[in-house]
């Protein structure tokens, strides 16, 4: 039998809006995986190392505040320095469709807009991780 998923959900910047967050927190604990929530205001590189000590095979950043270009693109470096390149990579909030073929580029696997349903993103992480 495999070990649980483990996935990191943390918020990176300013934005101090954590209620989604904790709401994915807890569907992915729900859905029988391990979960580490870093809290409000991270900076890409607190994130990376996060990600890097905590053994995650997952990380999820929570975005509503309009800045996640630059801060999937610093976390982009942040995670590539910290050796977590290979992470499968999720990116969740308010982002704006024109953006999403940029985080794509980025190394970002999925994007689940605002209202995304929480099964959506369980089923997601899954089906990736156990392929």
Known sequence: MRAPIRVLIA??????????AKV??????????????????????????????EGVEV???????GAHLPLCRRTAEELARAGGADLLWIVGGVIPPGDREALRA?????????GSPLEAITEFIRARVEA
């Open 11 to 20: 918020k990176p910047g300013l934005d101090g809006h954590d209620v989604g």
């Open 24 to 53: 994915v927190c807890r569907a992915l604990m729900e859905a029988g995986m391990e979960v580490v929530y870093t809290g409000l205001r991270q900076s890409p590189a607190s994130i990376a190392r996060a990600a890097r000590d």
């Open 59 to 65: 990380l999820g950043l929570s975005i509503l505040s």
């Open 106 to 114: 980025l190394g970002v696997d999925a994007i689940f807009p605002t």
